[in-house]
């Protein structure tokens, strides 16, 4: 990672600076005990002030301060001079070179921006920027979609589960249909937090009312939470002290959070987040492919495709992507991946072109079949 030469040449001049400042340190203590030294003599009653001065002047001039300092000093010169060149490598200012001419939806980015405000409880925001952007219908179907969720998560951090379970209770079928057991993780928050009160007969209560649907499934969890009624009076020192833990209500709060946006048709991850964290991943191949193509900037504005291989991490790969092996192309809608007769699949334009346009068979390049280019179908991912 880029990053890491940009450590290394900050240790190294941290390293020369701490040798240099080290280093001066000493001979200024050498200096400042030879003065000592001549004060003594002077104050004395039976050495001349002018022989000590000249022995202060013979010391000074044997230390050599200057020689000593220099040379770690020009170290560090050396080294700090090189490290703007470093930052300016890695942190190239200048992102504007691997700018695009792309016009852009503008009403679909200002309700990406917006949604992002309002994912994180800055509905004041959010509300301006719409309105400044002039959809204020926008701002209101938003708004209300993530209202909801924002108060529930705020009455979660103040330990108050009733709006998480009345929400849950309300979109149950839909949350057993995507598989989640959230509304029981709900209620086993709400079983530990009656159970801390000290109230045995309340939290068993609670259990006999809230669990029963949930046993089919979920028996050994709920025996689990069973157990913790043993314990009532000291639950802090038991082997269910784990239940008490407050990770246990940021993890429901993530379900809880997941779940509703998955409800509402949104992303888990804001959309803005998960663009910017992408760019900022694919950006230095670009800076670099730039670089390479200074004098050719219209080349690159009218390229369809990226025009360098840039890698992202899994959380940003959403969908397959096919390169051809042949030409070694992203496949694209007017250059779609084929599935040949043999099972190996190439881009339409690179069996077009070993296929004299289906005029003839060819060889596949990974085994001996003859294919016919007529044969071959489209392939969708």
Same mark, same amino acid.
């Given at each position: 990672m880029e990053l890491n030469s940009l450590k290394d040449a900050f240790d190294r001049v941290a390293k020369k600076q701490k040798l240099s400042c080290s280093k001066t340190q000493e001979v200024l203590e050498q200096i400042v005990?030879? *003065? @000592?030294?001549?004060?003594?003599?002077?104050?004395? &009653?039976?050495?001349? +002030?002018?022989? %000590? =001065?000249?022995?202060?002047? /013979?010391?000074?001039?044997?230390?050599?301060?200057?020689?000593? *300092? @220099?040379?770690?000093?020009?170290?560090?010169?050396? &080294?700090?001079?090189? +490290?703007?060149? %470093? =930052?300016?490598?890695?942190? /190239?200012?200048?992102?504007?070179?691997?700018?695009?001419?792309?016009?852009?939806?503008?009403?679909?980015?200002?309700?990406?921006?917006?949604?992002?405000?309002?994912?994180?409880?800055?509905?004041?925001v959010g509300d301006c920027f719409i309105n400044e952007a002039g959809n204020a219908e926008a701002a209101a179907?938003?708004?209300?979609?993530?209202?909801?969720?924002?108060?529930?998560?705020?009455?979660?951090?103040?330990?108050?589960?009733?709006?998480?379970?009345?929400?849950?209770?309300?979109?149950?079928?839909?949350?057993?249909?995507?598989?989640?057991?959230?509304?029981?993780?709900?209620?086993?928050?709400?079983?530990?937090?009656?159970?801390?009160?000290?109230?045995?007969?309340?939290?068993?209560?609670?259990?006999?009312?809230?669990?029963?649907?949930?046993?089919?499934?979920?028996?050994?969890?709920?025996?689990?939470?069973?157990?913790?009624?043993?314990?009532?009076?000291?639950?802090?020192?038991?082997?269910?002290a784990h239940l008490l833990s407050p990770t246990n209500w940021d993890i429901v709060s993530e379900e809880l959070t997941r779940q509703f946006c998955n409800l509402l048709g949104q992303s888990y991850e804001s959309p803005l987040s998960v663009t910017t964290a992408a760019g900022v991943q694919g950006l230095p191949p670009l800076l670099k492919f730039m670089t390479v193509m200074a004098g050719k900037r219209q080349e690159w504005q009218s390229m369809k495709q990226l025009p360098v291989p840039v890698e992202l991490d899994k959380e940003f790969q959403f969908h397959s992507i096919f390169v051809c092996p042949v030409s070694k192309e992203q496949s694209t809608e007017e250059n779609p991946p084929m599935l040949m007769t043999c099972g190996h699949v190439l881009c339409k334009q690179s069996i077009n072109k070993m296929s004299k346009n289906s005029s003839k068979s060819f060889k596949c390049p990974y085994c001996p079949s003859d294919i016919d280019a007529t044969q071959c179908r489209q392939l969708n991912f």
């Open positions: 005990q030879e *003065i @000592e030294k001549a004060v003594e003599m002077m104050q004395s &009653a039976t050495t001349d +002030y002018k022989f %000590a =001065l000249a022995e202060l002047k /013979n010391k000074l001039h044997e230390i050599a301060p200057l020689s000593q *300092i @220099e040379g770690t000093q020009k170290e560090l010169n050396i &080294a700090l001079n090189k +490290y703007p060149k %470093a =930052l300016e490598k890695v942190l /190239n200012p200048d992102i504007s070179k691997a700018y695009r001419n792309i016009e852009f939806d503008s009403e679909t980015v200002n309700q990406i921006i917006a949604s992002h405000f309002y994912r994180q409880g800055l509905f004041d179907a938003m708004r209300s979609l993530f209202q909801e969720m924002y108060e529930i998560l705020e009455a979660m951090k103040s330990r108050n589960l009733e709006p998480a379970l009345k929400w849950a209770a309300t979109n149950a079928d839909k949350l057993k249909e995507n598989g989640s057991d959230l509304q029981l993780k709900l209620h086993h928050l709400q079983f530990v937090k009656v159970l801390q009160k000290g109230s045995k007969e309340e939290a068993l209560k609670y259990a006999r009312t809230n669990f029963s649907p949930f046993a089919a499934n979920h028996m050994a969890e709920i025996q689990k939470l069973m157990g913790c009624l043993v314990y009532s009076e000291r639950l802090h020192d038991s082997p269910y």
